[in-house]
């Protein structure tokens, strides 16, 4: 016994505090991945084997990410000589060093229970994006959490807890030992480290069949900066492909329709089309509202008790109201991309936060642009967050943002921009202007009001500012209300419509990777004057929008978008919603959802058991699904990668070719 002691002695010597710190890691780990279980109990798959799986693919990644992050310590410890390692100066540092450690570990660990508070999942792309735009997510958080109290409480919990380690660091540093044992030792722990680097990847946790149980299975910093090496996937290596003439066939047979040619009917994955609208051109203007986090289950009209929207409940029934309408994806810039791009969304970051290749492509604004408009993006918040200003000044938008409202006309604004009170306020005064020029205007809408903190003007509705999202909601209701009656009052009003929408839902999570409900937003188009009020049910997305308004306004033109006009479309088979997160792509066909996904994977299930698919729909079925979804989304990826949709590369080729 006494030889194995002296044996671990001579060969850790210095690494005894660092194994300790292994340990310490593991436990805080632990404890962050049994809190997130606690919390989310009624959403995880719960069984034995299901627990057992969760900690111990969960320790792997664990110690995979320790592995990582202590290279520079293990370099440390092999490497300093013996006479600096013994110094008074080394020995302060080193003890600082594990007080900042430990002070970091309780920082991630709150950092995990807000981001999983916000979105149910472990860090992701998401976390990225947060460290760019510091200010806008810092102001956030102040303001909806105590945030100096929690760093307060932090600093004498880390202490305490580096106290505990003051014996076993001071054993480290008074140790001598030999650089042979020292190299030994540091040898093993890199080619540890090695080897995880090349043969641990996510495809274990990705194992679990429940996207809870995966969640709990990660680990949040390893996923981090597993983010920064995902930051966008190369469609043709990552997922599953069919021969581009099956794919040509497939997507063309899905976009054709009696008011449309193909430009291009001998160039394969090229969906180039000139749309012929029945009847004469109407000059009207548009006003689309993209309403922040908007679920549809949060509407009265969608079965909602609560009565939060009773203007939007109102509204439905003099709209044209579709029941069946889902967003693409989960962020903010995947619904500013499909509106205004009417794309699938491709794997990795969104179009919109892809700097250096966001514009110059085929859009909405575009388009309505060519045609006389006054094409504008009014957003609450400032536009340079997430690449807004970029992307839209790019696709043919002008920008209207919260730098350009006068601060004596700003009631109220936090973190995310100013009240939707405010914004609809800049709204009609920009209206006003463009009546005055006699251009015809649209204008697309961004609001930020239903945006955690949830904060709002005072004495607006019956929920105070800040207690929750139901308070957000409600307000977003009443300065819609107020909008829309402010501008009845405009000589305008007669010639508008109004699209009402949201960007994403307010939560993405589900037991399922891609669940539809959690996508699943409201829709509505309103025009007293010139849209007759009506239900649809049929199935659509956000990629549906472009081609819908400009049906309605009855334009004839050339149109690289992907969407249908949901007033025009009665084929069953091309009623679906395109739905996505970072890394898989889906789409919602009938009851079957069908997902790619990652190593060129494929996966289904029936919406309404939100399980596994083991249903008995016929083989020709599955597959007919199967190379539909990947024909949109591989031409997606074709058509991105070769500049196909390019604004000024076609309109000087069709200019040419007339």
Not at 359 to 380: A, E, H, R
Request: net charge positive; aromatic share 16%; with cysteine.
């Amino acid at each position: 016994m006494l030889s194995g002691v002296n044996f671990l002695s001579r060969y850790l010597n210095r690494y005894q505090s660092y194994f300790l710190l292994y340990t310490l890691f593991l436990l805080i780990s632990l404890i962050t991945r049994l809190g997130l279980t606690i919390w989310s109990f009624s959403e995880i798959d719960f069984s034995f084997l299901n627990i057992l799986l969760i900690l111990l693919i969960g320790w792997l990644y664990d110690t995979v990410f320790f592995l990582y992050a202590s290279i520079p310590l293990i370099f440390v410890y092999w490497l300093v000589p013996e006479k600096m390692w013994h110094s008074r100066i080394f020995n302060g540092l080193i003890k600082l060093w594990f007080i900042i450690t430990i002070f970091i570990l309780c920082f991630i660990v709150i950092s995990e229970f807000i981001f999983w508070h916000e979105f149910q999942v472990r860090f992701n792309f998401i976390s990225v994006d947060y460290l760019v735009y510091r200010k806008e997510v810092m102001d956030n958080i102040n303001e909806s959490y105590p945030v100096l109290l929690i760093l307060g409480l932090m600093v004498p919990v880390s202490l305490l807890i580096a106290a505990g380690f003051r014996k076993v660091i001071n054993q480290t540093l008074n140790v001598s030992s030999k650089i042979i044992p020292r190299t030994g030792v540091s040898l093993a722990l890199l080619l540890l480290t090695f080897l995880a680097y090349n043969f641990i990847d996510q495809s274990l946790f990705h194992s679990l069949s429940n996207n809870y149980n995966r969640q709990l299975a990660a680990n949040g910093p390893y996923q981090f900066f597993a983010a920064f090496r995902n930051n966008q996937l190369d469609y043709d290596y990552f997922y599953k492909l069919i021969d581009k003439q099956l794919v040509d066939k497939v997507i063309r047979d899905s976009l054709d329709n009696q008011f449309s040619n193909y430009l291009y009917p001998d160039e394969l994955m090229n969906i180039g089309r000139y749309i012929n609208n029945p009847g004469t051109e109407k000059k009207l203007n548009v006003i689309l509202v993209s309403i922040e986090s908007l679920s549809a289950n949060y509407l009265g009209a969608y079965g909602n008790k609560e009565k939060l929207t009773p203007f939007m409940d109102k509204l439905s029934q003099e709209s044209l109201f579709f029941t069946d309408f889902y967003a693409t994806g989960t962020r903010t810039t995947r619904g500013l991309e499909a509106i205004t791009l009417s794309i699938p969304p491709t794997p990795g970051r969104s179009i919109v936060k892809r700097i250096g290749s966001e514009g110059d492509m085929w859009s909405l604004g575009n388009v309505l642009k060519s045609k006389g408009y006054q094409t504008t993006f009014i957003y609450g918040g400032r536009g340079y967050f997430d690449n807004m200003n970029s992307f839209f000044l790019k696709n043919g938008y002008d920008i209207v943002d919260q730098t350009d409202i006068p601060d004596k006309e700003v009631k109220f604004s936090n973190a995310w921009g100013v009240s939707d009170e405010d914004l609809y306020e800049e709204t009609i005064k920009q209206a006003d202007k463009a009546v005055k020029k006699n251009t015809p205007f649209f204008f697309h809408i961004m609001t930020t009001s239903n945006h955690r903190p949830y904060t709002y003007p005072d004495n607006k509705i019956d929920i105070p500012s800040g207690d929750g999202r139901e308070g957000a909601v409600k307000y977003t209701d009443f300065a819609l209300k107020r909008f829309i009656n402010r501008v009845k009052t405009r000589p305008w009003f007669r010639d508008t419509i109004f699209v009402i929408t949201a960007d994403h839902c307010a939560g993405s999570a589900g037991k399922v990777d891609l669940p539809v409900g959690r996508y699943h937003i409201p829709f509505m188009i309103y025009g007293p004057e010139h849209i007759q009020q009506n239900v649809i049910t049929k199935r659509y997305s956000q990629i549906d929008i472009a081609p819908t308004i400009l049906g309605m306004l009855n334009m004839d033109y050339n149109s690289w978008f992907f969407g249908q006009d949901m007033l025009k479309n009665n084929d069953n088979n091309k009623q679906l919603a395109l739905i996505s997160n970072y890394q898989y792509l889906g789409m919602y066909l009938n009851k079957l959802v069908t997902i790619l996904k990652p190593k060129k994977e494929v996966d289904q299930y029936l919406s309404q058991t939100k399980s596994s698919f083991k249903s008995p729909v016929p083989l020709s079925e599955q597959l007919a699904d199967i190379n539909k979804t990947i024909a949109y989304y591989q031409t997606a990826a074709y058509l991105l990668k070769n500049k196909i949709n390019s604004w000024s590369r076609n309109q000087k080729q069709l200019t040419h070719n007339n």
